[in-house]
T-cell receptor, first 114, second 115 residues
Framework: GQQVMQIPQYQHVQEGEDFTTYCNSS?????IQWYKQRPGGHPVFLIQLVKSGEVKKQKRLTFQFGEAKKNSSLHITATQTTDVGTYFC??????????????FGQGTILTVHP | DTGVSQDPRHKITKRGQNVTFRCDPI?????LYWYRQTLGQGPEFLTYFQNEAQLEKSRLLSDRFSAERPKGSFSTLEIQRTEQGDSAMYLC?????????????FGQGTRLTVV
């Protein structure tokens, strides 16, 4: 079945360092979404990428969608303690009737040391 | 509060008991999803409603699981004869039916512990 893999599983950084998480899908995706889940919280939508090679920025966060639409990355510049949490990528499940059903990666847990 | 609401937030039950969870989506959202999340994993899709119609069920959803959305508004997820393997966070999400828009708004989840 469709698989979405993320690396690394954990990332510990000092405040101010950069952070990158990578997402790879076993199938071509029509779009990819990124979510953030704070410890004890629920996933919160960050962004959706649709076009091949698309790059979007949100302040210190940069999201990329690969040319083949099978991989994506999230880069955070100069991390802050508020960036702590688990970052998930997710893509629509192939073959379903709902455009909204998602396959999630296992997430990258980011800890930031002040 | 206009977000997705789930009740209860926590549920501890004995193995073999039945449990029911409720989800109230964002009012104008016609799509409603149930996901299950275990520790260290991403959410896994369980089932999906468009309005009151249940259109998709994952193979993860055994016969002990049933979900309803009777009037196209709130939804319930019932687990019968709970097993320890059912212990997880059950997340509800909703979205609006718009082409290429798949942004899902998640509720805070119901954490189920089966003892």
């Amino acid at each position: 079945g469709q698989q979405v893999m993320q690396i690394p599983q954990y990332q510990h950084v000092q405040e101010g360092e950069d952070f990158t998480t990578y997402c790879n899908s076993s199938t071509t995706l029509s779009n990819i979404q990124w979510y953030k889940q704070r410890p004890g919280g629920h996933p919160v939508f960050l962004i959706q990428l649709v076009k091949s090679g698309e790059v979007k920025k949100q302040k210190r966060l940069t999201f990329q969608f690969g040319e083949a639409k099978k991989n994506s990355s999230l880069h955070i510049t100069a991390t802050q303690t508020t960036d702590v949490g688990t970052y998930f990528c997710a893509g629509p499940i192939v073959g379903g009737t709902s455009y909204g059903k998602l396959t999630f990666g296992q997430g990258t847990i980011l800890t930031v040391h002040p | 509060d206009t977000g997705v609401s789930q009740d209860p937030r926590h549920k501890i039950t004995k193995r073999g008991q039945n449990v029911t969870f409720r989800c109230d989506p964002i009012s104008e959202h016609n799509r409603l999803y149930w996901y299950r999340q275990t520790l260290g994993q991403g959410p896994e899709f369980l089932t999906y409603f468009q309005n009151e119609a249940q259109l998709e069920k994952s193979r993860l959803l055994s016969d002990r699981f049933s979900a309803e959305r009777p009037k196209g508004s709130f939804s319930t997820l019932e687990i019968q004869r709970t097993e320890q393997g059912d212990s997880a966070m059950y997340l509800c999400a909703s979205s609006i039916d718009r082409f290429l828009n798949t942004e899902a708004f998640f509720g805070q989840g119901t954490r189920l512990t089966v003892v």
